[in-house]
């Protein structure tokens, strides 16, 4: 797996050279949401649609 700091430099490499500094550090936030996600589903750490469904109704009240 590459370092932390050798995939922030491929994100940033990635983005179009117009890219502004938030649009920028909107890559790299999503790509930690995305790897924070696939780790908790790795780990077992998901809910079923019906429970999330469920929490959403008890929010809404």
Same mark, same amino acid.
């Given at each position: 797996?590459?370092?932390?700091?050798?995939?922030?430099? +491929? $994100?940033?490499? !990635?983005?179009?050279? *117009?890219?502004?500094?938030? +649009? $920028?550090?909107? !890559?790299?936030?999503? *790509?930690?949401?995305?790897?924070?996600?696939?780790?908790?589903?790795?780990?077992?750490?998901?809910i079923?649609?019906?429970?999330?469904?469920?929490?959403?109704?008890?929010?809404?009240?």
């Amino acid at each position: 797996m590459a370092s932390v700091k050798s995939r922030l430099a +491929e $994100i940033i490499q !990635e983005q179009p050279e *117009d890219a502004t500094y938030d +649009e $920028i550090l909107k !890559e790299l936030a999503f *790509d930690r949401m995305v790897e924070r996600g696939l780790a908790d589903a790795r780990g077992g750490n998901v809910i079923t649609h019906e429970e999330m469904a469920r929490r959403i109704r008890t929010w809404q009240r």
